[in-house]
Structures are given as C-alpha cells and as structure tokens.
C-alpha cells in the first residue's frame, strides 16, 4: 500500500468553505457557479490524486485496488458511484407533484426549482468524462426547465379555473342574497294602513250581510248574481290578505325583519293565522248538493273579524279627532248587535211559525207584512225595544220565546251597560279640558271676591282667561310634554322656538347644543292690552322674545310712545348678562307696555346661567358680544370694565368656598368619630386575648374564648 502525503498531493487545498444556498443560487443565476461545499472540496481532492497517481499505473493493476495507484482508482470508484447518485436523486426530485405544489405555493416552488438547477449544475461539474457528458447534462436541464414551464402553465390555468369558479360562486351568492331580499311591508306604513282599508270591507259586508241573506229568503234569491260577485270577490281579497301577512315585517330587537323564512314561520305560529286559514275553508261548495238558498255555509268568513279591529285601532291613533271616532265606533257596534238579533228573532218565528202567536212575527200571507222592507224593519224595531229594555214588547208565549227573551235581556244589560259607561268617559273627556280650565277661573274668581278686588282688575282677569280660552292658549307645555323622552322634547322645541331664538343678535353664533339648551328652557307669556311687561330701574331678571303682539316703548306717563316693537323683536339681554362696568347695570332702562294681547318668550337669567355653565366659550362670547353693544351705544365705564372681577362675584365665590369648608369639615369630623370608635374596639380586643393568653396559654385560646363567649352570650340574652 503506497503512502500518500496529501500535503503534496493537495497543495492547493487549505481549508473546506461553507456557502449557503442564496449565494449558491445567485451565482448560478449571474452565470458563473463557484460552489465551495463539502462534497464539491472532496471531489477536487480525489480529482488531484487520480491526476497524481494516475498517469504511472500500469494497465494490469488499473482494475484492481492494491498496487500503486490503488488510492486513484479507488477515488474514480467514489466518483462515479456520487454522480450516479447525484444524477438519480436529481431525477426524483424533478417528478411533478401538483399536489404538494399547491400546498407549497408559488413562492416555493420557484425555490425548489432554483434548487433543482443548482444540483444539476452541480453534477455537471462533478462527472466525470468529456464533452459528451455535459451535453448530455446540459440537455437534460433544458428538458427539466420545459417540464418547468409546462408545469407553471399548468398552475396558472388552474388557479385562473379557481379564480373564475370563485367568481362564479361570489355571482351565485350575490343572486341568492338578490333572491332573499322579499317584499316587505311595514306595519307602520301608510301601505299597510290602506290594504287595512281595503280588507276591512269585505269583513264588514260579510258580518253585515251573511246572517241577514240567511235569515230573509227574498234578499237571498232576489239578487242571487249581485251576492255571489261579493262572495267571491271577498274571497279572492281574502287569499290576497294571506300573502301579505306572509309579507308583513316584525320588529325584532328594534329592527323590521325581513328574512322571508322567519316572516313565514312568525305568521304560522300565531292563532290567526289558524283562524285565516278556517276562513278560507270552501264551506260553499255544498251549494251544489243543497242549493243556492243557505248562504249561511259561508259563516266562517266571519273569523277575518281581527282585521277589522284592527282597522279600527289604527284609525283611532291616526285621527284628529279621536273622541269623536270613539263614539262613532261604539254606535257601529250597537248597530250590528241590535241587526243581529233582528236576523235571529226573524229566523227564530220562521221555525216557530208566523202568526202562530203575538210573540212571533205576523202572517206573512197578510200583504202588509209579506213585504220584505215591513220583515226586516219589524224585527229591528223588536230588538231595539228588547236589547236597550225600554218600552213594551209582547209577551213570549213559548219556552223557546221565553229563553230567548231572557238570553237578549242579558246581553242587552251587560253590553249595553259597557257602551253606555264608554260614552259616559268619552264625553267626559272631550269636556276634561274645558272642566279644568273652569275650576281654575272659578277658583280666581272667588279669591278675587274674598279679597275684594275692583271690578276694573277683575274684569281683566276674566278677558285675559278668555283670551287664553278662545285661542287655544291654555296647553301646559311641560306637562303636555312631561311624558316624553328628553331628545324628542328637544326636537319638537326646536322645531317649535330655534327660529325665534336665533333672531337674538347675541345667540346667533352660538353653538348648536347651547342653542338647544336655552329652546327647552323658553317659556310662553301672555301680557293684556296696558300691561307693563318691564318698568325704567327694574332688576332684569329675564329677556323676552316677542313671538305675536306689539309692544311700544312709553315714556314715563305711559302715553307717549318712543318705537313700536312686534313680532320677532326682542329686549332685556344685555341686563341677565351682568357685564362688568356696565352703567345700567342690571336695570332696567326703558319702559315697556303691550299695546293689546301679546304672546312672548321668557328666558330668565338662572335659566341662561345654568346652560352657560356647560358652555364657558360661549359664555365668555355672548359677555363679549354685549359688550360691545354696549360700548356702541357709550353705556359702558371701560375703567370699571378693566377693573377686574366684581366684588359681588368673589363675595359669592367666598361665600360658596365657605360652605364647600363646612360641608368638609363635618365629613371629615364624622370620619374622625368612626376611626377613634374603631380604634378603640380593636384595643379593647388586643387587651381581651392579652388577659386570656396569661391566663390559658396559646394552646388553649380558643376553648377558653368558646367557653368565656357563652356567658357574655347569655347575659346579653
């Protein structure tokens, strides 16, 4: 076996270099490969020593592995034995796999096949043999970067196909989301109050007409096209009313559902919708085996009764007159009642037997009584006089009559004595306001002569309540208004007095929520003809915006008139601002007196000052506002103005440092009081365990403290 000094033989080689596979795949990719790995250093190594040794081996040891130069024959072994496995491997790792392609994405995939190109460089370099090898090799790459290429248009085609079915199932989704938006009415809308309109008239025509038909047997056949039309006509507005119950939104937790399913489900579950569905039962096909004479079949149409309740219930709340719907609804009633029991009292003598005896309805071969208007208006005469218990009616004769008799007193006492008692309210409602507005002038009136007050006083007084009577005047916003939520208040004031408001020069760049503020805080007066409604030198306690009236400012003998003020003027904001070095300080400076009745806003100063406290921009703008006012028409003492504060105000500041010290001072008192109580008690404690420790020892602490608590415990019992 021959030595090999591998210093000679490698002189080249002094270390193994480690690159990683970015720089490796950058520079295959620049056109130069200088791969320096592991494998790649080996291979030059055993490249050296086959060049070494190999040219002085004879041809009879070249296939054998002992002799001189074993080492070179060994290292062609190793050689072609790696890049038969490199070139295998290579060729496994270049079989397409669409499915772990797909999982490993674009990205990766170029990864992998930069990898692949640099393996089959690598092997390029590290077979052995001429140039038919690198052709061969470099063939091979050229198809594996075509099976490249195909396979990323393959990819792509596929993705596009993704891309067109996620498309088609965004256009499905969004048909089906088309496909579920129904139809939906509102109950709250006019729509539906309409289709209440019109679904109400066949009710009400067949409670009126079927009974009436069934019991008068000319009515019936007499016009027996003109019926069937309504029959059936009513009916169809029946099957329509059914679908739109089906389309008629809920709330559900504030908002009008409109999912066709919980629609449909809603309306199944409910019992009306068993009553529509009896409704609509066809009762009247027996019509071809017993004729056209027994419209009485058809009384089941009577159970669509709710819709016209309903009807009712909203026209009620619609109305502006709803005492007067009230009382007509509840003479409707006792209308039909009173036809129904004409109907039942004539079908009753049908069966009975006409002219058989005085309770009974006439002959009707008496050509008097056989006409058909002297049947209908005989028998309702007899249920008035029955069911309201006035008058005189003849005797029932019959058992039947006679329970029949008892059965409509009955009815007619209880029902009667319930529509009376509703009138009764009713009437005392529509005269609720004028009742109250009475006992109020009466009370005055009666004060006025107890105190003996003159007649020119008192007779003002009862033109300024006749006043407020005669012009609907005498509404108490507040309390009209007490019952509803803060924000509609806010809205129906603002909708009412903004416009007013903003007239006010001082107001009229304020904030909007200031605005709103001061709208809920404007309260309406109502002066007489000659009232003062402000005197030269009062205090100014409120401003007044004059909505409907005129007022003249008078000189001081109250005659002559200086300026007409009317509607939309206003005055009194400067004094309810207390600006600093004002010379009218908060007086008054002019008198003020309403020529004839003049309705005005007031708007007092505590009003103004608690909404300012929320709003001290606004408040340092209005003060500057009027000041400059007032230096426009020279009522301003610009010393006492630069001044600073008012001594009135750090008084009243003292003043609320002081009881705010109070109210302090006793909290802090009380907390004291409770912490030397406590602090006390835990002493007393301590001191108690201390004495039962000395005395017992810690072992038995707490047999002795059960023992010494059931005496205290007694004692205390």
């Not at 006792?334 to 129904?340: A, E, S, V």
Request: proline share 3%; charged share 30%.
């Amino acid at each position: 076996m021959a030595k090999i000094n591998t210093q000679h033989s490698y002189p080249g080689v002094h270390s193994l270099s480690v690159r990683t596979a970015d720089e490796d795949i950058e520079r295959i990719e620049n056109g130069y490969i200088r791969t320096h790995s592991l494998h790649e250093d080996a291979s030059s190594e055993l490249q050296g020593v086959i060049s070494v040794e190999g040219g002085h081996v004879p041809e009879s040891q070249a296939s054998s592995f002992t002799g001189r130069g074993a080492m070179a024959r060994l290292s062609r072994f190793v050689l072609s034995v790696r890049s038969w496995a490199t070139r295998h491997s290579h060729r496994e790792e270049q079989r397409p796999d669409s499915f772990l392609e797909r999982i490993r994405g674009p990205e990766l995939v170029e990864v992998s096949t930069r990898q692949s190109n640099i393996r089959s460089f690598l092997g390029a370099r590290e077979r052995p043999g001429g140039a038919n090898s690198k052709k061969e090799e470099k063939k091979e790459v050229k198809e594996d970067k075509k099976e490249e290429k195909k396979e990323e248009k393959k990819e792509e085609k596929k993705e596009e196909k993704k891309d067109d079915k996620k498309d088609d199932k965004k256009d499905d989704k969004k048909k089906e989301e088309q496909k579920k938006e129904v139809f939906v009415i509102d109950p709250s809308s006019n729509l539906y109050y309409n289709w209440l309109t019109v679904i109400a008239a066949p009710v009400f025509y067949n409670w009126c007409m079927l009974v009436c038909r069934a019991c008068f047997d000319e009515l019936q056949m007499d016009h027996i096209k003109m019926w069937l039309f309504l029959d059936y006509l009513s009916d169809i507005i029946y099957v329509i009313d059914m679908f739109v119950r089906f389309r008629t939104g809920f709330l559900e937790q504030g908002l009008l559902v409109q999912d066709e399913k919980k629609l449909r489900e809603h309306y199944t579950k409910t019992v009306q919708f068993k009553l529509d569905v009896l409704s609509l039962v066809p009762t009247d096909l027996a019509y071809i085996k017993l004729g056209l004479n027994y419209p009485e079949l058809r009384f089941n149409r009577l159970l669509r009764i709710a819709r016209l309740f309903e009807f009712f219930d909203r026209t009620e709340t619609r109305t502006n007159y709803p005492n007067m719907f009230r009382i007509g609804n509840l003479v409707l009633y006792i209308l039909i009642i009173i036809h129904w029991n004409a109907c039942i009292y004539f079908a009753i003598s049908k069966v009975i037997g006409f002219g058989t005896d005085s309770w009974v309805y006439p002959n009707v071969s008496v050509p008097e009584y056989a006409r058909l208007s002297r049947k209908y208006i005989y028998s309702l005469y007899w249920s008035t006089l029955t069911l309201t218990t006035i008058g005189e009616t003849p005797p029932p004769v019959k058992d039947e009559e006679y329970l029949f008799v008892v059965i409509d007193f009955l009815v007619g006492v209880l029902i009667f004595a319930t529509i009376v008692g509703n009138v009764g309210s009713m009437i005392s409602n529509m005269n609720a306001s004028r009742a109250e507005f009475q006992a109020k002038v009466d009370s005055i009136k009666q004060y006025m002569q107890f105190r003996k007050v003159t007649k020119d006083l008192e007779a003002r007084v009862i033109k300024w309540f006749d006043y407020l009577w005669t012009n609907k005047k005498t509404v108490d916003e507040k309390e009209v208004l007490k019952n509803l939520p803060d924000k509609l208040k806010a809205e129906i004031a603002i909708n009412v007095h903004l416009d007013t408001l903003r007239k006010v020069r001082i107001f009229q760049d304020c904030e909007a929520g200031l605005l709103i503020e001061l709208v809920l805080k404007l309260k309406p007066t109502v002066f007489s003809p000659g009232d003062y409604i402000c005197k030269k030198g009062d205090i100014g306690r409120e401003m007044y915006i004059i909505k409907e009236g005129k007022l003249a400012v008078v000189a001081d003998d109250g005659i002559t008139q200086f300026v007409v003020l009317s509607d939309g003027s206003y005055f009194g904001e400067i004094s309810i601002l207390n600006i600093k070095g004002s010379k009218s300080g908060n007086r008054r400076t002019a008198n003020i007196r309403s020529i004839g009745y003049s309705d005005l806003f007031c708007l007092s100063k505590d009003d103004l000052m608690e909404a300012l406290t929320e709003y001290p921009e606004a408040k340092k703008a209005l003060e500057e506002k009027g000041r400059q006012i007032l230096m426009k028409d020279n009522l301003i003492d610009e010393e006492a103005a630069k001044a600073g504060a008012d001594p009135k105000d750090l008084e009243e500041k003292i003043g609320r440092l002081e009881v705010a010290l109070d109210t302090l001072q006793t909290r802090f008192a009380r907390l004291m009081a409770e912490y030397t109580a406590s602090q006390q008690k835990v002493k007393q404690r301590l001191a108690r365990v201390e004495t039962r420790v000395k005395k017992y020892g810690s072992g038995s602490l707490s047999v002795a403290e059960a023992e010494a608590e059931k005496p205290e415990e007694e004692k205390k019992q």
